[in-house]
């Protein structure tokens, strides 16, 4: 079964930053497209960024653009989220998520808590 | 960037059917075979349900089914069971490489 674990989340003030990674195991992570996913607390779900299989695509929310930054490494089958400039509002579950064709994500990791205090 | 609009809540009893729509515009929703639906059980990660508009992933039920028609995509739920009890939402493929999900819908199995 597929799995991915995230990590990195944490408390952290407003204007820091945090480094999220997901950890992928159980499947060819290097041929598929990821994503990251990010629910507040009590809220709905929403969209942060994909990346595809080879770093060459590479898309924001608009909420994050200019201060998150997507990447992978394949060889280490990991995913990673940096965070910039957070702000009280990036305070969600972030989960990391893969893509299973044509943005439906098929497998979900069991995400990571990131706090920011204001 | 705006979301898919879902109603707040649904609700059935047992072994009844009941649907949640997802409205969106022609340039997500009407535009793409890109929507999916996700179950999310309190404290729990989302689970896909059905994408590309009608597919159910392996291990899915086929009490679920997913529709379409025109900007408004629909998942039915049919004998509903207790266990169907959670949040669900829509995504549809946006057009720009964006993602779009709805904000959600709790049902309640009465």
């Known amino acids: 079964e597929v799995q991915l674990v995230e990590s990195g989340g944490g408390l952290v003030k407003a204007g820091g930053s945090l480094r999220l990674s997901c950890a992928a195991s159980?499947?060819?992570?290097?041929?598929?497209?990821m994503n990251w996913v990010r629910q507040a607390p009590g809220k709905g779900l929403e969209w942060v960024s994909s990346?595809?299989?080879?770093?060459?695509?590479?898309y924001y929310a608009d909420s994050v653009k200019g201060r998150f930054t997507v990447s992978r490494d394949n060889a280490k089958n990991s995913l990673y989220l940096q965070m910039n400039s957070l702000r009280a509002e990036d305070t969600a579950v972030y989960y990391c998520?893969?893509?299973?064709?044509?943005?439906?994500?098929?497998?979900w990791g069991q995400g990571t808590l990131v706090t920011v205090s204001s | 960037q705006s979301a898919l609009t879902q109603p707040p809540s649904a609700s059935g009893s047992p072994g009844q059917s009941v649907t949640i729509s997802c409205t969106g515009t022609?340039?997500?929703?009407?535009?793409?075979?890109?929507v999916s639906w996700y179950q999310q059980h309190p404290d729990k990660a989302p689970k896909l349900m059905i994408y590309?508009?009608?597919k159910r992933p392996s291990g899915v039920p086929d009490r679920f089914s997913g529709s379409k028609s025109g900007n408004t995509a629909s998942l039915t739920v049919s004998g509903l069971q207790a266990e169907d009890e959670a949040d669900y939402y829509c995504?549809?493929?946006?057009?720009?490489?964006?993602?779009?999900f709805g904000g959600g819908t709790k049902l309640t199995v009465l």
């Open positions: 022609s340039s997500d929703v009407g535009g793409y075979n890109s």
């Open positions: 590309e508009v009608t």
């Open positions: 998520a893969r893509d299973g064709s044509f943005y439906y994500l098929d497998y």
């Open positions: 995504s549809s493929y946006e057009g720009s490489n964006i993602l779009l």
């Open positions: 990346i595809n299989s080879g770093s060459t695509y590479i």
């Open positions: 159980r499947f060819a992570f290097s041929t598929y497209n």
